[in-house]
C-alpha cells in the first residue's frame, strides 16, 4: 500500500513534467504563429513561472510535514496518512479545474499537504516491520517508487494529455488515490517504534502536563482544591482558551526540544546537506528533462524516452543501492561510502552524456549515469533513521525532505528556467546543472569520518516499557526520590 501511494504521488510529479501536461508556449516567427498547448499554452506561462509550478507543492509540505510528524505523537499515523491523502485527492482534482496560473498553483500548493502526511510516517513504519538483514532493501523497494512513478508520470501525462487532455491527466490521478485515502481511514493500523497510542491516554501526564492536572492514574478527575472546578464550571469559555494556549505553549516547547536535538545530530546533519545537493540535480532533471532532450537532441517523443530510460534505471539502481548496503553490512560508515562513491561517478557519466552530439552515444552514458545515482535512495534514508533516536524518526523524515525541497528540488526548476531563458542553450544549461552532483560527493564523503552510531534500538521517552513507566510517573505527594527519578 505505501509503494503504490508513493509511486502515485511521484506519477503526479512525472505528469506536470511531461510535454503532453505542461506543453509549451505559443511561438511566433516570420509572422506567422503556432499555437501553445498544455499549461503552458493555455495559461500563457514563461519558462520561470513553469518552474514555479513545479515547486509550489512546497509551500503545504513546509506547513505541513512539521505538523504532522508531531501529531505522530498523539494521534495514530494512519489516520493522518487518511487526513492527509484526502487534501491530495482534492488538489489534484482542483488541478484540473483551474482556470489561471494563480488557480493552479494554489491547488499545487495543497498537493504538498498530502504528501507531508505520509513520506515522513511511512519510511518508519517500513523500518520498524523490515527483516533486521533486508531493512535497506525494503527501504530501496519503497524508494525505487519514486524514479519509476515520475517515469510513469511522463508516459501517463504524455499519453493522456495528448488525446484527452491536461486536466484528464489530474483528474485520473485523483480518481485512482480514493481507493488509498479509504484505507488510511479504514485499515487496523500499526503502531510505530517509539511510540505507544494506547499508553499515551493512559500515560497522558509524561506527554503533555496539561493532562496531568486533570487525569490521575486511574484515568479519573482530580477534585481540585479551593473550588476551581466550581469556578471553572462557572466560566468554561475563559477556563478552555486557557487551556487551549497553554496546551499550545506545551507542544512548542516539546517541539523545539525536539528540533534542538534532532539538528545536534551531526550525522542526520551532513547526509542532509548531501541530500540537499542531489536533490537540487534530481528536481531540475525530473522536471525539464523531457523538454531539454526534446531540443538538444530533437527526440520526437521525448516523453516516452526519458520516461523508459527513468523507469529502468531508477528500478536498478535503487534496488541496487540497497541491496548492495545490506551485502556489505547496513552500517552508517557503509552507506557513506557507498552514497560518496555512486554519486561521484554517477556524476561523471551524466556529465559526459550531454558532451555527446549524438542521441546514441547520449543514453547509454546517460543511461549509467542515472543508474549510479539513484543508488543513493535507499541509504541515504537508512541514515537518516538510523542516526536518530525510534521517537525522533518522523521529525527527521519530515525535516529531511522539507530541507531537500526548500533547499533543492524549489528553487532548482525556477533556477535552471531563469537560467535557460538567459543563456538559451539547454547543454549548457544541462551541464551546470550536473556539475552539481559532485558537491553532494563531498558533503556524504565527509560523512564517512563524522563519528557514527547506529540509534534504531535505543529506546525513546514514548517507547519506555510501562513497568519502569510506573517508577518515571510524577507524584502529588512531595516524595523527593520520586521527583529526582522524574
Same mark, same amino acid.
Given at each position: 500500500m505505501f509503494c503504490i501511494i508513493n509511486m502515485l504521488n511521484y506519477v503526479d510529479r512525472g505528469a506536470i513534467a511531461s510535454n503532453g501536461v505542461n506543453g509549451s508556449r505559443t511561438k511566433c516567427s516570420g509572422g506567422t504563429c503556432s499555437p501553445g498547448s498544455g499549461i503552458q499554452g493555455d495559461f500563457?506561462?514563461?519558462?520561470?513561472?513553469?518552474?514555479?509550478?513545479?515547486?509550489?507543492?512546497?509551500v503545504g509540505l513546509l506547513v505541513a510535514s512539521l505538523i504532522f510528524a508531531s501529531l505522530a505523537k498523539r494521534y495514530n499515523p494512519f489516520r493522518l496518512i487518511g487526513v492527509g491523502l484526502l487534501v491530495w485527492t482534492i488538489a489534484t482534482a482542483g488541478c484540473g479545474a483551474s482556470f489561471d496560473f494563480w488557480s493552479i498553483t494554489?491547488?499545487?500548493?495543497?498537493?504538498?499537504?498530502?504528501?507531508?502526511?505520509?513520506i515522513s510516517l511511512a519510511a518508519p513504519f517500513i523500518d520498524d516491520n523490515a527483516p533486521v538483514a533486508q531493512k535497506t532493501a525494503w527501504l530501496a523497494m519503497f524508494y525505487m517508487c519514486i524514479p519509476t512513478g515520475i517515469a510513469l508520470g511522463y508516459v501517463y501525462g504524455g499519453l493522456v494529455?495528448?488525446?484527452? *487532455?491536461?486536466?484528464?491527466?489530474?483528474? +485520473?490521478?485523483?480518481? =485512482?488515490?480514493?481507493?488509498?485515502?479509504?484505507?488510511?481511514?479504514?485499515? &487496523?493500523p500499526l503502531e510505530m517504534k517509539g511510540f505507544s497510542h494506547n499508553r499515551i491516554k493512559e500515560y497522558g501526564q509524561m506527554v503533555n502536563p496539561v493532562v496531568q492536572d486533570q487525569i490521575n492514574n486511574n484515568g479519573t478527575k482530580h477534585v481540585m482544591p479551593g473550588g476551581i472546578d466550581d469556578l471553572a464550571g462557572k466560566v468554561p469559555q475563559k477556563f478552555s482558551f486557557f487551556r487551549f494556549g497553554r496546551s499550545l505553549m506545551t507542544e512548542i516547547g516539546l517541539f523545539s526540544k525536539d528540533m534542538k536535538e534532532l539538528l545536534q545530530e551531526k550525522v542526520f546533519v551532513t547526509v542532509v546537506l548531501g541530500y540537499i545537493s542531489y536533490n537540487f540535480v534530481i528536481g531540475a532533471y525530473s522536471y525539464w528533462g523531457p523538454k531539454a532532450?526534446?531540443?538538444?537532441?530533437?527526440?520526437?517523443?521525448?516523453?516516452?524516452?526519458?520516461?523508459?530510460?527513468?523507469?529502468?534505471? *531508477?528500478?536498478?539502481?535503487?534496488?541496487? +543501492?540497497?541491496?548492495? =548496503?545490506?551485502?556489505?553490512?547496513?552500517?552508517?560508515?557503509?552507506?557513506? &561510502?557507498?552514497?560518496?562513491?555512486?554519486?561521484?561517478?554517477?556524476?561523471?557519466?551524466?556529465?559526459?552524456?550531454?558532451?555527446?552530439?549524438?542521441?546514441?552515444g547520449f543514453i547509454p552514458c546517460f543511461s549509467v549515469g542515472e543508474i549510479l545515482v539513484f543508488a543513493t535512495q535507499a541509504p541515504v534514508n537508512f541514515v537518516c533513521l538510523h542516526s536518530?533516536?525510534?521517537?525522533?524518526?518522523?521529525?527527521?523524515?519530515?525535516?529531511?525532505?522539507?530541507?531537500?525541497?526548500?533547499?533543492?528540488d524549489v528553487p532548482s526548476s525556477p533556477l535552471v528556467g531563469l537560467l535557460q531563458d538567459k543563456i538559451n542553450n539547454w547543454r549548457s544549461t544541462a551541464l551546470i546543472l550536473t556539475s552539481i552532483l559532485f558537491i553532494a560527493a563531498v558533503f556524504w564523503f565527509i560523512g564517512i569520518f563524522v563519528p557514527s552510531v547506529d540509534?534504531?534500538?535505543?529506546?525513546?521517552?514514548? *517507547?519506555?516499557?510501562?513497568?519502569?513507566?510506573s517508577n518515571l510517573r510524577p507524584l502529588l505527594d512531595n516524595n523527593d526520590e520520586a521527583r529526582t527519578s522524574d
Open positions: 500563457d506561462l514563461n519558462n520561470a513561472e513553469d518552474g514555479v509550478l513545479s515547486s509550489a507543492f512546497m494554489i491547488c499545487r500548493m495543497l498537493v504538498g499537504v498530502g504528501e507531508a502526511s505520509f494529455g495528448k488525446t484527452l *487532455g491536461w486536466r484528464a491527466a489530474f483528474w +485520473g490521478e485523483s480518481i =485512482l488515490m480514493v481507493p488509498f485515502v479509504i484505507l488510511g481511514f479504514v485499515i &487496523k532532450g526534446q531540443q538538444i537532441y530533437n527526440m520526437t517523443s521525448a516523453d516516452l524516452m526519458f520516461g523508459g530510460i527513468t523507469i529502468v534505471c *531508477g528500478i536498478v539502481g535503487t534496488l541496487a +543501492g540497497g541491496f548492495t =548496503l545490506d551485502k556489505i553490512g547496513s552500517t552508517i560508515p557503509n552507506a557513506f &561510502k557507498l552514497l560518496s562513491g555512486a554519486t561521484f561517478l554517477g556524476a561523471i557519466f551524466c556529465f559526459g552524456a550531454f558532451c555527446f552530439k549524438s542521441l546514441y536518530v533516536v525510534p521517537h525522533l524518526r518522523p521529525l527527521a523524515m519530515a525535516v529531511s525532505t522539507v530541507s531537500i525541497h526548500i533547499f533543492g540509534r534504531f534500538k535505543e529506546e525513546s521517552e514514548q *517507547g519506555v516499557p510501562a513497568a519502569e513507566r
